[in-house]
Structures are given as structure tokens and as C-alpha cells.
């Protein structure tokens, strides 16, 4: 880290800020700056046509009230697609982890490749191929029908397809914070645990799950996150009972154009978003979620 | 381990009862399963891996041998035959093919403007102990973890504001904005923990400072900067709800797929798809070389 270098010359003291300034700065202007811009859409009521709305801010606090009641069931619908989709990809995620870090040897990076992969295939596309997978035919779809996950011995259009897709999507995000934490765990631990002899089980609660727990909490922020407001999945895998937030906030914006609605929805969603990962931070710090 | 001789009597008998024909230890065991089983249990959890693996990678494998589908009608969903049809002609629609080329340049320039505000807020992160430094993490990280849509919409609402025309333009800007905190953290955590001291060395040795950073700074750091750009690039390509909000009438890959799910997808969509795959796994294969190349006869 820093400690080591500058030998209190003066302009070193002004050098961290000159150098942050641009990307701060930027920021302010693309993230901060166009937020405000939503909260301020999201007070307004439009004062012109349908198809040319002019907003004038009012302090329209209703929109936030038509939002609830006329969009309630997406907005739970959502937070209950996430919820299940991180906790799906977290069940796949640790053990695969578990696997990349402690067992693969020499196919480690190759493994980490192979879960990077996924990646240089745009998300639209990855995600229309999933309705190849899940087309009415398939092979997959005859053994999930097998099991009893199909409606009506289909897959497409029914919650499952969603949060399945949703899962895929954004399963990366959980294996790669949480492959990290694991790695870091120095092995001979585990050893150690097992010499006092704790068996499988009782390590693995032990020792291992709290050691990786922030690679697990980030994860879990980096697949919860982005899925809570995904509308491509609902629109490409899901039917008209699986519409999430993000589908309306999108068709608002783009096709109606209720700005007001559409910006009060989103500030919703943000501020739920904000409010679970500042609880987080406080509780595992920033360093976590990153490394 | 010392043991216990205050604890209620009933608990150490407990235990020591529980396992009797071990020599009366004190400490709790847990179940150890035998061999066989514990060797079916490492076989199950390999298994288990594999097939998550296999998970990640069956829409990829169903995207790369539908390239070579023969559909029937507009839609390329079922598989209907071998051909390459699509192969032979996969600049077909010059409105995909212009759209994958503005995808890409709208991934060249955003990362080349990112690339350049990240590293120095990176840099300013890494090298120098200052007040605030911990309110700029928090400032990078805010904007990843905010919802893609929500960061789409709200800079439509700033656009929509100053009336400014959507298109390539807007969608570079929006581009940049998410970048810069994945580059910032990631150079961030990949020139953590370098020996900054070689710096004071190039300077005691007389080099002055501009020549110190591209002898010693630069090489050290460059590394980072090209796995933060390579980040970056992949980011900007496969992005589609941020593109959408701010894309106007201009089109990018990802944009064009969705417009064409509408009315027709056709092989090529496929085949352009698997020709990113392919050039980006061989400029990784080809960094990986490069750095292997770079790193040759240094000692580890």
C-alpha cells in the first residue's frame, strides 16, 4: 500500500486529489447529476400531450403512491425472483468454487476460463438461446416435465424459465467473489480442523463458510442486484404473468413515455437496492465487495 | 486443548459414552465418514461442479452449433439441419453487420476514455494515504451497485432534460460511466501490494519522474490496465439495458438482436456471435503468451 513513498515534498499532498478529480468528476456529472434528474422527474407531473409529454416539477408525491398500487405485484414479483435466482446461483456457485480452489490442480485456470466464457457471448443472445433450450421439444424439458417443474409440460413462459434464466445470467458474479474468498483461505486450516478431528460437515461451518463469507455476501450483491432489475429474462423467457419492475420501467419509459411513473418505479428500485448494500457495507466494509 | 473439569458431569459422560471405543478423549468428534463413502462424497462434489460447469456453457455450445442450423422460416430456434449456409455468408444483413461495428467502436472509445480516468483514480488509491480516499471507494462502488435499468433511466431523464440528441454519442458517455469503476477497481486491486519502493530507487538513481513512470511505474502497472481494459471492452460489448435507454435510433449488436427477435432471427446472428467468442479466446490466449513471454527469466 501507500506508506512507503513520498518523502513529504508539498505537492504530493495534491497529487491523490488532482489524479481522482477527472473520474470523480465524471461521475458526478453521468451518475450523480442524472439521478438528481430522476428524483426531480419523479416529483413532476406532466403538464403537456401524451406523445410530447413537458414535465413541471411539483412535488408530486402521488406518482410514488400510483407506482405502489398500480405496479405492486411486479415490484414483489421482482424482490422474489432475485431473492430465489442469488439463492439458485449461490447453491451452484460454492461447491464449483470449492472445486476451482482446493481440488482442480492444474485445471484451475483453465476452469476459471471455461466460467468466464459465457461472458464474450452478448447477454441477449445468451439469453434467447436459453429459449432453444427450454424450447417445447427438448430433451431438457421432457426430463424437468419428468420431474414436475413443467406447467402444462412446458418451461417457456412460466416463473421457472425466468428465474432459471436469471440464474444463468449472473452466476458468474457469484462463482468469481466467492472462488476468491476461497482461495484465499490458507488450505493447512482446513487440515487443522480435520486433525482435531471435525469432521466434513462441521469444518465446512466451521471454518470454511465463515472465511469466504464476504465472498459470499458479494456475490450474492452482484447476482441480487442486477436481477432485481432484469426485464430481458421476463420478456424473452417468461409470459405476460412474469413481467418484473425492470418491464415496466422499461415499456414507461420507452413506449408510453410516463416519465413521472417510470422514474418513480426506478427511484423505488434503487432505493431498496441502496439500502440493503449500505446495511452490508457497514457490516463487512467496501474492501469486501470488491477483492 | 485443556480439559474441562468445572463443566456438569452428565456433558463429559455424554460425550464420552458417544464414543466409547475411542480412548477417552474429551474433545467432541465429528462424524468421519469411511473411505469409500468419502471417496463417492469427493466424486459427488467433482460431478456436481461439472455439471455447473456444464451449466455455464450450454446456451454457449447451443449459440456456436446453431451458427450451423439450416432453419426453416424467419426464426432460428429449432434445429432443422447441418449447413454452412450462414458461414458462407455472414455479412448478409449490412444492418447487423453495422451495428456489430459500432458496437465495437463504441467499445474502443469508451474504454480508451475510462481507461484513462480509472488507472488515475486507481493509481491516486493505491499510491498516496489521503483524506477521503475511503469516500472515492464508496463513490466507485455506488454506481455497480445500482441496477442497470436505473442507471439507464436516469440518464435519459439528464438527456431528455438538456434535450440532447440520443445516439452514438450518448451511448459512449454512458458507456464511460460504468467503466470507470470497473477499471478503477480492478487496476485498484491488481496493483495492490507492488514494491512502490523501486520508484524511490529510479528517483535516488537520478531518473526524474517522468522517466521513472515509464521505466517503472508503467511496466509494473501495465498488466493490470490490460486485464481492466480487456474488462472494459467485454463490458461495453455485451452491454444492452444501459444501451437501450440512450441509444436513440442508432443501433448496436446487442439492440439490433432485440429489434430482430421481433420479426426474424436469422444463422448469422449466431455466427457473428461466435466470431467475437473466437477473437476474444484468442486475444487472451495471446495475452496469456505475452505475458508469459514478458515475465521469462524473471525470478520466482
Known sequence: MAGSASGGARHHKVTPYLLSLPALAYL???????????????????????????LTFSWAFSNYGDAFSRYDEQIIRSFEYALIATLLALALAYPLAYVVAFKAGKWKNLLLGLVIVPFFITFIVRTLAWKTIFGDDTIIVGILDAIGLTENGRILSTQWA????????????????????????????LEAARDLYSGGFRTFRK?????????????????????????????????????????????????????????ALSFVLMLVILVSVLIYTRVLGTEDLVT | MTTPHSPPAPRLADRLSDHSDDHASPIRKGFRPPPLLRRLGAWFLNAYAGFVIFYLLLPVMV???????????????????????????????????????????????????????G???????????????GGIDLFLIIPLTTPEIVLGSSLLTLFLDFSWNLGFGTIVLAHVMFEIS????????????????LEDASMDLGANPTRTFLKVTLPLIVPGIVAAAMLSFALS??????TLFNAGATSTYPLYVNNAAKTALPPQINVLATMVLAGSLAFIGLSVVWQRWRTRGELR
Open chain 1, 28 to 54: 458526478a456529472v453521468f451518475f450523480v447529476v442524472p439521478v438528481w434528474a430522476l428524483l426531480r422527474t419523479s416529483l413532476s407531473t406532466n403538464t403537456g400531450g401524451v406523445f410530447d409529454p413537458t
Open chain 2, 119 to 133: 488507472c488515475m483514480v486507481a493509481i491516486a488509491l493505491v499510491r498516496h494515504r489521503f483524506r477521503g480516499s
Open chain 1, 162 to 189: 425466468v428465474i432459471g434464466g436469471l440464474t444463468y445470467n449472473f452466476l458468474p458474479f457469484m462463482i468469481l467473489p466467492i472462488y476468491v474468498s476461497i482461495e484465499k483461505i490458507d488450505p493447512r486450516l
Open chain 2, 182 to 197: 470497473f477499471i478503477a477497481l480492478t487496476v485498484k486491486a491488481r496493483i495492490r501490494g507492488f514494491d512502490w519502493s
Open chain 2, 237 to 242: 460489448l455485451d452491454d444492452f439495458i444501459i
Open chain 2, 63 to 117: 449459440i456456436v452449433a446453431f451458427s450451423f442450423n439450416k432453419p426453416v422460416g424467419k426464426f432460428n430456434f429449432v434445429w432443422k439441419g447441418f449447413s454452412f449456409d450462414a458461414w458462407a455468408d455472414p455479412w448478409r444483413y449490412p444492418a447487423l453487420v453495422d451495428a456489430l461495428v459500432t458496437s465495437l467502436k463504441v467499445a474502443a472509445v469508451s474504454t480508451a476514455i475510462a481507461l484513462v480516468l
Open chain 1, 207 to 263: 471454518v470454511l463458510l465463515p472465511l469466504s463469507m464476504p465472498g459470499v455476501l458479494a456475490g450474492s450483491l452482484l447476482t441480487f442486484i442486477p436481477a432485481a432489475g432484469d426485464f430481458v429474462n421476463a420478456q424473452y423467457l417468461g409470459g405476460t404473468n412474469q413481467s418484473m419492475v425492470g418491464t415496466v420501467i422499461q415499456s414507461q419509459f420507452l413506449v408510453t413515455k410516463d416519465y413521472p411513473l417510470a422514474a
